[in-house]
């Protein structure tokens, strides 16, 4: 899974050769054999290696601050999201909708690696929810749609169709 | 900017000595564990930094990278990895490791989970040339590694199982060394040690190391990339065989009774566990045997195979003469009665057995006691004097289920007579602590009686060769093994296999004349007699081993009864009986998190669902899917409402429904003509895949993941025809009316595989389906037969009926009224009966009323006498006064309880459950 991600971010960031990746342990944490120097394990590490590589530094923030949002989200994403229980996915739908209520993108407005990394991560939840439930977590769908449209993120992943209009009563939930 | 840290929380010493190494400039709040500084998460976390911009920063990791940017330190590859190791890595294993030791004072384990990254920082640091992590000096990966393995590495517990690693020692102490480190621990740990820190542990989730292979997760990830990983072959292959159509399938769907094994043919005989007469049965017993045993029957005659499906009550036993003496009616006459209450229940869910009967037949009592003479005979029956409860006031000798007491293994208070509802094990009635009579609550006398017993130490090797060959050969459910090596690895021992009784199969011995056999020597045989009221060729089904396949299905507490006493039995009797191949055990549905109680009135009843006015399709749908497989489960109707409204209305109904209106609506009733694109054959490559999931499945009887694939194809069925909109294309070109054609044509295909899968889960909606469709009879039989795979089945100018809605919304008000009408709302008779003597009818309505009649007056009274009578209550206990004066006084203290929570204007209904055995 993880990469096939990394491939993936690398078309995004448009890099045009695409790097060998192996993975290792239980948990196949991805990789990347370097020429030059020791090889880099993990996920974040990683990809956050490609923006700079592609010179795409502002995927990582633009000022201290935002960089410091952007690195905290990334690793909600390989802590708390990978391999949750079911039950810990409600807990996390629940706090990220919440924190999306006022926001466009996880790092507030502007795009970023968190974005893209959180995405392929949660797919496959957002894949299996009701209608129903994705009217409850409407700011996750929401912002989801929103990445998923991206202009060249989506790649790998199949599109989750999310409909624009309610259809359960409000007060229902 | 502000940093809020708590005492004793590990992580705070990371952040404060991140703040004391690089100087920045911050206000530092204390605050208790429980505050609840960032508003989006759910649970209190700390530390926490307030930045200017008024973002929170939740992460140590972060708020330390980001202290280290501000003075200029930039984050490097190195020390990125390394801070992504400390998260995923080692801080899952500390707090791990924490909890097993000072919570559970377990250092020997603790060590073990620690040894893995240990060694591993070993290995980093000792290839290093710099004495610190990335640098010459302490870099932000210093600071946040150091204060994670502090507790553990200043610990001398620890010392001895986490082995020498003198690099990562070394390392330590120098980063230790650090005034701005020792600083950081004094001002969370307060000088307290590692004990500072258990206020802090106790309040977190007991931590787990998370594994790629939970099933949940896994699974998603597997379906995820298989469906990515399809060969282009792949699809091409699967895009022909579905053009072919449906071959001329001309062998007959009827069954012809009496269904007896063939030759070159798949024999597959099924049996649920007997459903004992006199209880209705709830929807846990429902879904536990004979549901489940339907599904599998009706995959097993769509398959082709020669199967047959038997089942009935199990009539005989104490139980039953009990119920016929408070009716007033004779034994026989209250199993006509239930008998026929089973018969329409079952009917009801549409489970559909070749043949239903019972156990109080002429067949029964010549076949066990041809049995009983067989193992006599051969010497596997032992006789011995047995001390038995009876119980003079009853006048009569006490089945095992009429006693109660303390177990004598694990003293769980209400233990039966023959198992402990706890710890699982089987009791001796006689072994019970203080019994009781469940009847009139008076303590029976132990009397001997003469007894026969099957000798299961003799047949012990002979059992667990077989065991052996039919558990590596069938497929036993885990539960199911792992019960039955439970019982043999504690030993087996002689079981008594007569009673004192008179409703019962006589036995045949002349010493013995007035008794008659254990209903657990005798249940078991119903399967073979019920199988010879329904043919007198029966043995050809149970003698027959060579030609046969037994498929038992049960709740997980008749396991061994099935796995261990019946196939001693059947050995021991040596006359080449078919014996069980697979034993399908389910585990227990509870109700709304709690158990089904007849007693309590809590939780739906076999006869009950009818009333509610929901299909018995969908009670079926949503039993299935929750079936306990490999854990327990409970039945919610919210849950329920939401999977009606969710996955059967929005998600497969819905797409049955548009791919059905668009061939109406747009072509006049007729399927067009389809020309396959890439697009479309993905589709059908994808249904493809499904559809061998779901047979694999199913072989192997995983019911409830099997109608995961079913309702996984109409997701990608709704998603296919959202993507190509036909509802547009048919208003454009030609080219575009033709391409909307095509994917119509598809998805109305589509919609008749799915009404082949979904007959063993719900057989009238799969008929309805077929009906609108007009579909060839035999279509359903044709895709899951010797594995075609999915078909074209309605070619291009095939007319279809007329399409209707196949699901109804469950509304909430509905739901939340159902709810409260099962949930033991109303005030259980038993109870009633056995308090002093009050208008029952008051109960119910008076909660109303008095909820908004709260009277603080007399609620400090009641407290008062509340109080009073719990002290009197355990003294009595602690006094070890007799069961029946404890008992009244309880009930006394109950009734006060009651009235108190009336007099405070609550619902005095839940206190009274919780005063009940849960």
Known sequence: MALKELSSLEKCLGLKKPNKYSTQGERKVPVLQNNNGPALV???????????????????????????????????????????????????????????????????????????????????????????????????????????????????????????????????? | MKLFVSEGNPHCVKVLAGLEVTGVKCDVQLVSHEERVVPFLNRPVLPVLLLPSGQHLFSPNAICQYLFEVVGKEASDDGNQLLEWEATELQPAVLQALHMLMLQGKSGEAGTVLKGPLGWLEQYLSKRTTPFLTEETVAVADIVLWAALYPILSNSTFEAVVGELPSVRGWFKRVSQVPACEAAVQRVLQGKGLDALKNFLQKQPAPHIQRRDSPSSANATEMEDSELMMTEEEVEVAAQAWSKGLPDCSDSTQKKHPILPQEGKRNVLVTSALPYVNNVPHLGNIIGCVLSADVFARYGRLRGWNLLYVCGTDEYGTATENKAREEGLTPQEICDKYHAVHSSIYKWFQIDFDYFGRTTTEQQTEIAQDIFWRLHERGYLLEDVVEQLRCENCQRFLADRFVEGVCPHCKYPEARGDQCDKCGRLINAVELKEPQCKVCQQTPEIRSSKHLFLDLPKLEGELEQWLEKSMGSGDWTVNAKHITRSWLRDGLKPRCITRDLQWGTPVPHPDFSDKVFYVWFDAPIGYLSITANYTSEWEKWWKNPQQVELYNFMAKDNVPFHSVVFPCSLLGAQDNYTLVNNLVATEYLNYEDTKFSKSRGVGVFGDMA?????????????????????????????????????????????????????????????????????????????????????????????????????????????????????????????????????????????????????????????????????????????????????????????????????????????????????????????????????????????????????????????????????????????????????????????????????????????????????
């Open chain 2, 610 to 918: 009818k009333d509610t006015g929901i299909p018995s399709d969908v009670w079926r749908f949503y039993l299935l899917y929750l079936r306990p497989e490999g854990q327990d489960s409970a039945f919610s109707w919210a849950d329920m409402a939401l999977k009606n409204n969710s996955e059967l209305l929005n998600n497969l109904g819905n797409f049955i429904n548009r791919a059905g209106m668009f061939v109406s609506k747009f072509f006049e009733g007729h399927v067009p003509e389809m020309v396959l694109q890439d697009e479309d054959k993905r589709l059908i490559a994808q249904v493809c895949w499904e559809l061998k999931q779901y047979i694999q499945l199913l072989d192997k009887v995983r019911i409830r993941d099997a109608l995961k694939c079913i309702l996984n194809i109409s997701r990608h069925g709704n998603q296919y025809i959202q993507v190509n909109e036909p509802w547009k294309k048919i208003k454009g070109g030609d080219d575009d009316r033709k391409r909307a054609g095509t994917v119509t044509g598809v998805s109305v295909n589509v919609a008749c595989l799915l009404s082949a899968m979904l007959e063993p889960y719900m057989p009238t909606v799969s008929q309805t389906i077929r009906d609108q469709l007009q579909a060839p009879a035999h279509c359903a039989r044709a895709m899951l037969y010797a594995d075609r795979g999915f078909l074209c089945s309605l070619s291009a100018g095939h007319r279809i009926g007329t399409v209707s809605p196949l699901f109804q919304k469950l509304e909430s008000e509905q739901i939340e009224a159902l709810r409260k009408r099962f949930g033991g709302q109303q005030v259980p008779s038993s109870t009633v009966n056995s308090a002093q003597p009050k208008p029952p009818a008051a109960a119910a309505p008076a909660v109303n009323a008095s909820v908004s009649a709260a009277d603080p007056e007399k609620a400090k009274q009641l407290a008062a006498a509340v109080a009073k009578q719990g002290d009197k209550v355990r003294a009595l206990k602690a006094q070890k006064a007799e069961k029946s004066v404890v008992t009244a006084e309880v009930t006394k203290l109950l009734e006060l309880k009651k009235e108190l929570a009336l007099a405070e204007g609550k619902n005095p209904e839940p206190s009274l459950q919780k005063g009940k055995k849960k």
């Open chain 1, 42 to 173: 993990g996920l974040v590490t990683i990809a956050s290696h490609l923006v700079h590589e592609a010179k795409r530094t502002e995927l990582l923030g633009n000022s201290a601050e935002q960089r410091a949002v952007v690195q905290q989200w990334l690793e909600y994403r390989i802590t708390r999201l990978d391999n949750c229980s079911k039950e810990e996915v409600k807990v996390i739908l629940k706090e990220l909708n919440q924190y999306l209520e006022d926001k466009v993108y996880l790092a507030g407005n502007s795009f970023t690696l968190a974005d893209t990394l959180m995405y392929y991560g949660i797919h496959h939840i957002i894949m299996n929810l009701a209608v129903q439930e994705k009217e409850k977590f409407l700011n996750v769908t929401r912002w989801f749609d929103h990445i998923q449209h991206y202009p060249g993120v989506r790649h790998h992943l199949a599109p989750v169709v999310v409909l624009r209009n309610r259809v359960y009563p409000s007060g229902q939930h």
